[in-house]
């Protein structure tokens, strides 16, 4: 069977199909996963500040390892859909975010293990500005990989956020439970926003085909 060079033109075409379709595989239900974990975790972190300052009690802290206990409801979520075709595109965004998701784990375990050999009170409290950093760089490569320019820069926010807790922390300054808040703000406008002008661009490109 004899093989045909693509002209340049066409090339072009069958890129552009492959990032469309990325664009709809990035759906769940009626969102996509920027939707569903950016309400999750503003949720989250809404519940948790609330619970902290009526009860005085920081052991509802421990409510963030709920983010973990999401991950296999996703792949659940994910395994229930139709079957569908996995462009490369695909298969590099999912890649970036198992990236990220290791980080999460590594960074938990190695947290938990240095503050407890040292004989430090484990509270994980860095977890917070790395999550948003790891969370900000896996939103923005797939905002470049879908082309998305909203996907791309909302990450800016939670970068300010997440520069401003490891200020702190390392002039010697402690956290505050406000800080839950500038957390789940944080994925408003890293996920939520651009997770809605993705749905609202992939409908309209439904409608038009």
């Known amino acids: 069977m004899e093989e045909r060079t693509l002209n340049e033109k066409e090339s072009l075409e069958i890129i552009t199909q492959m990032i469309n379709s990325s664009k709809k595989n990035m759906e769940i239900g009626q969102g996509n996963y920027l939707l569903v974990w950016g309400y999750f975790t503003t949720a989250l972190s809404i519940i948790l500040f609330t619970l902290i300052t009526l009860t005085h009690n920081f052991v509802w802290s421990w409510g963030w390892m709920l983010m973990f206990a999401m991950w296999p409801v996703m792949y659940y979520r994910q395994r229930q859909k139709p079957t569908r075709v996995i462009t490369y595109t695909d298969k590099v965004i999912t890649q970036v975010w198992q990236v990220m998701g290791w980080m ?10 240095i503050e407890f050999i040292f004989g430090r009170y484990v509270d994980f409290i860095l977890m917070l500005p790395l999550s948003l950093i790891y969370c900000g760089l896996g939103v923005s490569i797939t905002g470049i990989i879908v082309q998305g320019r ?13 520069i401003y807790m490891l200020t702190m922390l390392m002039m010697g300054k402690n956290a505050t439970l406000l800080w839950y808040l500038y957390f789940g703000l944080s994925f408003v406008f890293m996920m939520i926003i651009p997770g809605h002008i993705v749905n609202n661009k992939a409908r309209k490109q439904c409608l038009k085909n």
């Open 104 to 113: 999460f784990v590594i960074t938990f375990l190695t947290t938990g293990a």
């Open 150 to 162: 909203w996907m791309i820069y909302s990450p800016l926010v939670a970068f300010v956020i997440a």
